[in-house]
Each structure stands twice: as structure tokens, then as C-alpha cells.
């Protein structure tokens, strides 16, 4: 239930993509803008979170309720990690981009619930087990909708590309 419709575009974008999902749209994105917190960090992010949490839970649940999410691979992410130390420390902080780590969450659609793939060090700076390429999560994800990476091509200027470049492993460990 959206308590405050003029409050969350989010919620209400959540409940749209599952009517799309219901009417068997096959690629449904949401977007949530204001992650990149350079600065203001716990303001943003706590307002961020009370913005998403409880519509993709509602979503999560709606689609298992009606026996979707077996079918519906949701995946949570954002475009790059982040710093685990602060940037402009003091009450203005926040953190800088991070291209050595990240984290995203996936579930239904073949992943293994529950399950959690590699870690960092202790300062979430560096990997430090089991790393994801973002080729192999491409090629994981593709797996996941039916298609096979290695085969998947487009022809550009006369050259048949993969999506995955020559690179790319699946993760069979992520799949149920």
C-alpha cells in the first residue's frame, strides 16, 4: 500500500513494473536517482533507503505471492562501488567512487537465495574471495534469461561482437 502517493515515485513505479510483469512485458528497469552522496552521506542515504526498502520488499513479495519471482530475475545495483572511507570527513561527508569492489543483490529468476558470492578485506577496498568480473556477471545474468554469451553476437563494421567481448564465465554458484 503506497501510504503517501505524492511522497514515493519509487513505490509506485514498483507497483507498475509489476503490473508489466503481470502483462508479460519482459525487460522492466526502475531507476532511483540521488545515489552518487559525495557529500551528505547519512542525510541522503537515509532518506534514499526509506525511499526504496519497503516498496522493493512489497515488490519482492507481491511477485512471489503470485508465483512470478521463480520467474522474474530481479537485480539490485548501481553503476560502480564506493569508497569505504569517507570523503570531505566531518558532518558533510560522504564517499568517492570505487572501481575495485561493488555490490549488487539479485533474486528469483534461478539465483540461489540467500546465498552471498566473495567478500572484500576488511576495509571493503580490495577482493579478497571468489571475484565477479563484470564480464561473468553479464554472462551469469545472460545465462539466467536463456542465452548463451558465447553465442549471443551482433554484427558491427563487419565484425560479429559478443556482449561479453571474449571474456566472461558464468557463476554457476549463484544458481539454484
Request: net charge negative.
Amino acid at each position: 500500500m503506497i501510504d503517501n502517493p505524492k511522497e514515493s515515485n519509487f513505490a509506485r513505479n514498483c507497483l507498475l513494473a509489476r503490473r508489466l510483469l503481470e502483462r508479460d512485458v519482459r525487460f522492466v528497469q526502475l531507476f532511483h536517482e540521488a545515489w552518487d552522496q559525495h557529500n551528505t552521506l547519512v542525510k541522503d542515504h537515509t532518506k534514499n533507503c526509506k525511499d526504496t526498502d519497503q516498496p522493493v520488499a512489497a515488490l519482492l513479495q507481491d511477485l512471489k505471492d503470485r508465483d512470478m519471482l521463480k520467474d522474474t530475475l530481479v537485480i539490485w545495483g548501481g553503476e560502480f562501488g564506493r569508497t569505504p572511507m569517507t570523503q570531505n570527513p566531518g558532518e558533510d561527508n560522504g564517499r568517492d567512487h570505487h572501481n575495485a569492489a561493488f555490490t549488487i543483490w539479485m533474486a528469483g529468476g534461478g539465483v540461489k537465495a540467500g546465498h552471498t558470492h566473495g567478500a572484500t578485506d576488511d576495509f571493503g577496498f580490495n577482493i579478497n574471495e571468489s571475484p565477479v568480473h563484470v564480464h561473468d556477471l553479464n554472462a551469469t545474468i545472460l545465462h539466467m534469461l536463456g542465452f548463451d554469451h558465447e553465442r549471443l553476437t551482433y554484427r558491427f563494421q563487419g565484425r560479429d561482437f559478443r556482449l561479453t567481448d571474449v571474456h566472461g564465465h558464468v557463476v554457476h554458484d549463484i544458481l539454484a
